[in-house]
């Protein structure tokens, strides 16, 4: 067998082999750097849930006002800065009802909170949003308004 045929034969092998090397660590930094942004994002989302259900413990907080038997008006809808967060808080209330029979008076409370971070359309950008109803009753006659059910 002549040596001059056979010589550079790993040559072509080599090469292929660096390409599909550096292909798969390419692939894989793809998939980390990915990773990496779906996580942020579940954080993000996490932190914008927490910060929508502060607002909206909060406006709940107002319109029971524990300690008393007064029905609250809903507050002025109002935005809290929350971290990094804006937190949009918007309450409506029904007008009373009167249970038939007894002298309890009832309000429900309509409370929706929109918690959001970023520029809409970009990665950064997480919003939730949480509603809650809520009603008070109060009592009129010599039942406490603990006791109204």
Same mark, same amino acid.
Request: aromatic share 8%; net charge neutral; proline share 3%.
């Given at each position: ?9 790993? =040559?072509?092998?080599?090469? #292929? =082999?660096?390409?599909? =090397?550096?292909?798969?660590? !390419? ?14 994002? $579940? ?14 413990? *909060?406006?709940? #907080?107002?319109?029971?006002?524990? %300690? ?14 929350? %971290? ?11 007008? $009373?009802? #009167?249970?038939?029979?007894? $002298? ?8 929706? *909170? ?9 990665? +950064?950008?997480? +919003?939730?949003?949480?509603? !809650? ?7 009129? $006659? ?8």
């Amino acid at each position: 067998m002549n040596k001059q045929y056979t010589r550079g034969f790993l =040559l072509p092998a080599a090469i #292929f =082999l660096l390409v599909i =090397l550096a292909a798969l660590g !390419a692939y894989a930094l793809n998939i980390s750097s990915i990773q990496q942004a779906t996580s942020r994002q $579940d954080i993000q989302g996490a932190q914008a849930y927490q910060a929508a259900r502060a607002g909206l413990e *909060s406006v709940i #907080f107002q319109v029971l006002a524990p %300690g008393t038997a007064n029905l609250v008006n809903c507050p002025a809808p109002a935005n809290i800065n929350i %971290g990094s967060y804006v937190v949009a808080v918007t309450c409506a209330q029904s007008i $009373d009802y #009167f249970e038939q029979g007894t $002298d309890h008076t009832i309000r429900i409370f309509e409370i929706t *909170s929109t918690a959001s971070s970023g520029v809409a359309g970009t990665i +950064e950008y997480s +919003e939730r949003r949480l509603d !809650a109803t809520v009603s008070k009753c109060r009592a009129t $006659d010599t039942t406490p308004a603990s006791q109204c059910n």
